[in-house]
């Protein structure tokens, strides 16, 4: 069965870093979503994708972020400089009419 | 407030027995979803419900749309039933967000 996948599983990364966190959604899904879940907390939406552009995003999704879909497969999430309060896990999801939204693994990112 | 509202935040219940989780919402949605989060931190989709109730397997879901309310109802529970049990909601057209509720912790006791 199809599946999204995420990479990596983990990262720890120093405040101030670039973190570039990776997803391979469902290959002929067509829009794309970044949630993430601080611990002990509820998910919370990041940014959505569609059509080769932002289509929606959240007031967390602010100018340190960035996605990208580089080429047909991969869909990126960017983190400039990262803070200590970005720790989180991160969810790729994606879906293919826009209903039901199959998640990734998520990457656990933790910032020291 | 939190637009996507659970109750009981916390379940624990005997093997056999018949559970329900609920959820309230305070806006105008496009559709309803439940979720399942395994104890590693990975999310599967169980359900989505713009009407209705739908069914799988022990798994039965329902959404009264006037009153802003879904129920997840597990028949004959059993231990691998044991995780977090989250709703989320669709606010807009196809493809929008999902917002979230803060989940329901399951645990099943053998």
């Known amino acids: 069965e199809p599946e999204v996948t995420q990479t990596p599983s983990h990262q720890v990364t120093q405040m101030g870093q670039e973190v570039i966190l990776r997803c391979v959604p469902i290959s002929n899904h067509l829009y794309f979503y970044w949630y993430r879940q601080i611990l002990g907390q509820k998910v919370e939406f990041l940014v959505s994708?569609?059509?080769?552009?932002?289509?929606?995003k959240s007031e967390i999704f602010d100018d340190q972020f960035s996605v990208e879909r580089p080429d047909g497969s991969n869909f990126t999430l960017k983190i400039r400089s990262t803070k200590l309060e970005d720790s989180a896990m991160y969810f790729c999801?994606?879906?293919?009419?826009?209903?039901?939204?199959?998640f990734g693994p998520g990457t656990r990112l933790l910032v020291l | 407030k939190n637009e996507v509202e659970q109750s009981p935040q916390n379940l624990t219940a005997q093997e056999g027995e018949f559970i329900t989780i609920n959820c309230s919402y305070s806006?105008?949605?496009?559709?309803l979803h439940w979720l399942q989060q395994h104890p590693g931190g990975g999310i599967v989709s169980l359900f989505m419900?713009?009407?209705g109730k739908k069914k799988h397997g022990r798994l039965i879901a329902t959404i009264n749309i006037q009153e802003k309310h879904s129920s997840l109802h597990i028949t004959a529970s059993h231990p691998r039933d044991s995780a977090v049990y989250i709703c989320a909601v669709n606010r807009g057209t196809s493809g929008s967000r999902l917002t979230f509720g803060e989940g329901t912790q399951l645990t099943v006791n053998p």
């Open positions: 419900l713009s009407s």
């Open positions: 994708f569609y059509n080769n552009e932002i289509s929606e």
């Open positions: 806006v105008g949605i496009s559709a």
């Open positions: 999801a994606s879906s293919d009419l826009g209903t039901t939204q199959y």
